[in-house]
């Protein structure tokens, strides 16, 4: 079985920057892609992928994010980051982590329970 938890999460004014970890263990390998997804608390908000990368190292990003969050990832520590710069409102959600099964190229089959994060205007 695999685990993953998220920390890092908090309340941030608008502007403020937070960094979120996520520690994957449990069986083997590191070698998985990892995904950063969130969610708002509006009534049927849908989880959006905000950043991922790849096994081989690849980066993708949501528009939303792009030149204000970056993913990386530290194999050695078996842990994957999210830095979050230059926060909006419109950022505020729960934060999951998710990750692959090794033979996979997405995240999605392992996840987190979430960290919040919560930024004010």
């Known amino acids: 079985q695999v685990q993953l938890v998220e920390s890092g999460g908090g309340l941030v004014q608008a502007g403020g920057s937070l960094r979120l970890s996520c520690i994957v263990s449990?069986?083997?390998?590191?070698?998985?892609?990892i995904g950063w997804y969130r969610q708002a608390q509006a009534p049927g908000a849908q989880r959006e992928l905000v950043?991922?990368?790849?096994?081989?190292?690849?980066?993708n990003y949501a528009d939303s994010v792009k030149g204000r969050f970056t993913i990386s990832r530290d194999d050695a520590k078996n842990t994957a980051y999210l830095q979050m710069n230059d926060l909006k409102p419109e950022d505020t959600g729960v934060y999951y982590c998710?990750?692959?099964?090794?033979?996979?190229?997405?995240?999605?089959?392992?996840w987190g329970q979430g960290t919040q994060v919560t930024v004010s205007s």
């Open positions: 998710s990750a692959s099964a090794t033979y996979e190229n997405a995240p999605g089959r392992y």
């Open positions: 950043a991922s990368v790849s096994r081989r190292g690849n980066l």
């Open positions: 449990g069986r083997t390998s590191f070698n998985r892609a």
